[in-house]
C-alpha cells in the first residue's frame, strides 16, 4: 500500500507534466495550415508583382496543387507555381515547412539556375512561441538534393520586388 | 592512441572504434532531426554543415553520407593495419632459410629499401600464395580454400589503394561492398590462412 506521501508526489508530477507537455505540444495542422496560406500569399504576391507582364501577354503564370508529404504533418496538398516566357519556364514548388532554422522552403527552378525561397523569422529576439508571428521570405542559394555541405552559410537576401526582378532576371538568364 | 601497436592491433579492435564513431553520428543526426520545425539553435558543428531550410530527408542523406565516410576510413585502417602485419611478418621471415623466407629474401634483394617491397602483385602476398601452391596437401580444396582467403584481400586493396590515393578514379564496385564487419572478416580469414599455411610445413607461425 502506497504511503499518502508517495501518490500525492506521483499525482502532482503527473499534473505538473502534463501541464509541461500541453505547453510544448505543436499543433501540427496549424502549422500545415499556416505553411499552405503562406505559400499562397507568397504566390499572390509574385502573381501581383508580375501582373502587366501577365495582363500584356508576355508572361504566363499557371498555379496548380501539387502533393507534398512531411513526416510530423502527413500527406497534404500545397500550391505550385510555372511561369512562362516564350518557351521557356520557371517553377516554384513547395518543398515543406519542417525544416532546420526555417518555416518553410520553396525551390525555385529556371531555365539557367535554381534558387530556394525561405519562410524565416524576422524577429531573432521573439521568444520561441511568437517566432511564427513574424515572418518573411528570403532569397537563398539552392539546397543540393543529397548531401548538403554548403562551404559558407548562406546568404539571404529579403524577398521584394525588387529582389524578386533580381531572381526572375537570372533565373530566366535576360 | 588507439591503435599505435600494429602487432597487437586485431581487426574488431577497428570495427569496434568504427562502432563508437558510428554511435557519436547517430547522436547528432537525432539532434538535427529534434530542431526540425522548433527553430532552435543548432549545435556549432552542425550549423557548418546543414543549410538553412534542410529538411528531414535531407539532414539523413548528410548523416549517411558521413557514415560512408566512416566506413571508408574504417576499411583503409584495416587494410593497412594488415599490411603492417605482412611487412613486419615479412622482415622476420625473410631471415629463416625455408622456401617462404627465401622468397621473401629475393624480394628484398629487388628492392632499394624494405618498405618498397611491393605488397601484393609479384610482391609479400605473392610469395605467401606460391608458398601456398608449393604446400604437399592431399585434399585439393584445402589449398583452394588457403588461395580463396588471400585472394578476398586482394579485393579489398583495390578500394584501399582508390581511397589512399585521393580518389582520382572512377572505382568499379561501390564501397558498400566492403562495410567494416566485413572487410574485418576478410582481413581475419586472411591471418588465420596464413596461420594455417605456415603450421602445415612447420613454419613459424604468421605474427
Known amino acids: 500500500m502506497p504511503s499518502r506521501n508517495f501518490e500525492d508526489r506521483v499525482k502532482q508530477f503527473a499534473e505538473e507534466q502534463e501541464k509541461v507537455d500541453a505547453?510544448?505540444?505543436?499543433?501540427?495542422?496549424?502549422?500545415?495550415?499556416?505553411?499552405?496560406?503562406?505559400?499562397r500569399e507568397l504566390f499572390d504576391q509574385i502573381t501581383g508583382w508580375l501582373k502587366p507582364l501577365i495582363e500584356s501577354g508576355s508572361l504566363r503564370a499557371a498555379r496548380s496543387h501539387i502533393s507534398c508529404e512531411e513526416q510530423d504533418l502527413g500527406p497534404y496538398k500545397i500550391e505550385a507555381l510555372e511561369l512562362q516566357l516564350a518557351s521557356k519556364k520557371m517553377t516554384f514548388k513547395p518543398v515543406?515547412?519542417?525544416?532546420?532554422?526555417?518555416?518553410?522552403?520553396?525551390?525555385?527552378?529556371?531555365?539557367?539556375?535554381?534558387?530556394?525561397?525561405?519562410?524565416?523569422?524576422?524577429?531573432?529576439?521573439?521568444?520561441?512561441?511568437?517566432?511564427?508571428?513574424?515572418?518573411?521570405?528570403?532569397?537563398?542559394?539552392?539546397?543540393?538534393?543529397?548531401?548538403?555541405?554548403?562551404?559558407?552559410?548562406?546568404?539571404?537576401?529579403?524577398?521584394?520586388?525588387?529582389?524578386?526582378?533580381?531572381?526572375?532576371?537570372?533565373?530566366?538568364?535576360? | 592512441m588507439l591503435f599505435d601497436d600494429p602487432t597487437s592491433l586485431e581487426p574488431e579492435d577497428?570495427?569496434?572504434?568504427?562502432?563508437?564513431?558510428?554511435?557519436?553520428?547517430?547522436?547528432?543526426?537525432?539532434?538535427?532531426h529534434r530542431q526540425l520545425g522548433t527553430q532552435g539553435q543548432l549545435s556549432s558543428t552542425l550549423t557548418e554543415v546543414l543549410s538553412v531550410g534542410a529538411t528531414r530527408e535531407e539532414i539523413s542523406d548528410y548523416f549517411k553520407a558521413c557514415r560512408r565516410e566512416l566506413e571508408i576510413s574504417a576499411l583503409l585502417m584495416l587494410t593497412a593495419s594488415a599490411e603492417a602485419r605482412l611487412r613486419l611478418d615479412a622482415s622476420i621471415r625473410m631471415q629463416n632459410q625455408d622456401a617462404l623466407g627465401k622468397r621473401l629474401k629475393v624480394l628484398r634483394g629487388n628492392a632499394r629499401s624494405e618498405w618498397m617491397i611491393p605488397l601484393y602483385e609479384d610482391g609479400i602476398v605473392d610469395a605467401w600464395k606460391a608458398y601456398i601452391g608449393s604446400i604437399n596437401l592431399p585434399v585439393r580444396a584445402d589449398r583452394a580454400r588457403l588461395l580463396a582467403s588471400v585472394g578476398r584481400f586482394k579485393n579489398l586493396l583495390g578500394v584501399r589503394h582508390w581511397v589512399a590515393h585521393g580518389r582520382y578514379w572512377r572505382i568499379q564496385r561501390g564501397i558498400e561492398h566492403f562495410p567494416p564487419d566485413v572487410a574485418a572478416g576478410v582481413v581475419e580469414d586472411l591471418y588465420i590462412a596464413l596461420r594455417a599455411a605456415a603450421g602445415l610445413e612447420g613454419l613459424p607461425s604468421f605474427a
Open chain 1, 23 to 39: 505547453e510544448n505540444a505543436v499543433d501540427w495542422k496549424a502549422v500545415k495550415d499556416d505553411w499552405i496560406k503562406a505559400v
Open chain 1, 96 to 174: 515543406g515547412t519542417v525544416l532546420i532554422g526555417a518555416w518553410g522552403r520553396i525551390d525555385v527552378t529556371g531555365p539557367t539556375g535554381k534558387a530556394a525561397l525561405l519562410l524565416l523569422n524576422t524577429d531573432k529576439s521573439a521568444p520561441p512561441k511568437e517566432r511564427r508571428l513574424h515572418l518573411g521570405w528570403f532569397i537563398g542559394r539552392p539546397i543540393a538534393a543529397g548531401v548538403v555541405l554548403p562551404r559558407t552559410r548562406p546568404e539571404l537576401k529579403p524577398l521584394t520586388e525588387d529582389s524578386f526582378e533580381g531572381l526572375f532576371e537570372d533565373l530566366f538568364g535576360i
Open chain 2, 14 to 32: 577497428i570495427v569496434h572504434w568504427f562502432e563508437v564513431c558510428a554511435a557519436g553520428l547517430e547522436c547528432e543526426e537525432r539532434e538535427a
